[in-house]
Nanobody
Framework: QVQLVESGGGLVQAGGSLRLSCAAS????????MGWYRQAPGNQRELVAV???????NYADSVKGRFTIFRDSAKNTVYLQMNSLKPEDTAVYYC???????????????WGQGTQVTVSP
C-alpha cells in the first residue's frame, strides 16, 4: 500500500508563514503528480496547488503569488510554502498523490489524513 503523511499545520497570525510537508511511502514505483487541496467548514474540497513529475505547477487563483509548491522526488515528498497568510486560508489541508505502485501498471489516487491550518486576524 501507499501512505501519505502530512506535517506542518498550525496556528499563525495573518501575514505569517507556514510550510506544509507530505511524505509518501510504501510500494511506490513512481509518482505522477502531487498536490495540496483544502477544505474549510461548509465548503467543498478545493485544489490549492499541484506539481507534476516534470515540475510543472498550477495554483488556485486565490493563492497565486503567496504559496509555492515544490517537491523532492528522491524523498517522495511535496511541500507547500505558504506566505502572507490570510484568515480565509483557514482550512484542513490535504495532500494528494497519483501513484503507480510496484505491483501494478495502473495509477491510483492517495490522500493524506489532513492537517489543520488556522490563520487568526
Amino acid at each position: 500500500q501507499v501512505q501519505l503523511v502530512e506535517s506542518g499545520g498550525g496556528l499563525v497570525q495573518a501575514g505569517g508563514s507556514l510550510r506544509l510537508s507530505c511524505a509518501a511511502s510504501g510500494s511506490i514505483f513512481s509518482i505522477n503528480y502531487m498536490g495540496w487541496y483544502r477544505q474549510a467548514p461548509g465548503n467543498q474540497r478545493e485544489l490549492v496547488a499541484v506539481i507534476t513529475s516534470g515540475r510543472t505547477t498550477n495554483y488556485a487563483d486565490s493563492v497565486k503569488g503567496r504559496f509555492t509548491i515544490f517537491r523532492d522526488s528522491a524523498k517522495n515528498t511535496v511541500y507547500l510554502q505558504m506566505n502572507s497568510l490570510k484568515p480565509e486560508d483557514t482550512a484542513v489541508y490535504y495532500c494528494h498523490a497519483r501513484v503507480r505502485r510496484l505491483s501494478s501498471p495502473l495509477e491510483n489516487d492517495y490522500w493524506g489524513q489532513g492537517t489543520q491550518v488556522t490563520v487568526s486576524p
